[in-house]
Nanobody, 124 residues
Framework: QVQLVESGGGLVQAGGSLRLSCAAS????????WGWFRQPPGKEREFVASITRAGGYTYYADSVKGRFTISRDNAKNTVYLQMNSLKPEDTAVYYC?????????????????WGQGTQVTVSS
């Protein structure tokens, strides 16, 4: 069983930055791929970014490409989402997720484990 705990959310003005962290329990962190998803108010959960098992490939939603960066630190069992140039439309609950297959797919059902989420609010 893998437990995930997100942190780093909060309130920020448009144009600002936040870094989300997702700390994972378990000794198999390095074998998983990791993803970040978000759920804006009144909308469905959507893909944000993912990173493959070896960290060699990253994928991003078009809406965040060039502004967000996903990274992983296997020594710390932590995955990060650096968010720059934030916009009000980035307001959402952000979730990290783990994919045992290591692929880093962009669809939510590929991920077996999920965190509880952290709120990000961007004011205009």
């Amino acid at each position: 069983q893998v437990q995930l705990v997100e942190s780093g959310g909060g309130l920020v003005q448009a144009g600002g930055s936040l870094r989300l962290s997702c700390a994972a329990s378990g000794r198999t962190f390095s074998t998983y791929a990791w993803g970040w998803f978000r759920q804006p108010p009144g909308k469905e959960r959507e893909f944000v970014a993912s990173i493959t098992r070896a960290g060699g490939y990253t994928y991003y939603a078009d809406s965040v490409k060039g502004r967000f960066t996903i990274s992983r630190d296997n020594a710390k069992n932590t995955v990060y989402l650096q968010m720059n140039s934030l916009k009000p439309e980035d307001t959402a609950v952000y979730y990290c997720a783990a994919d045992r297959g290591g692929h880093g797919y962009t669809y939510a059902f590929a991920y077996e484990y999920w965190g509880q989420g952290t709120q990000v609010t961007v004011s205009s």
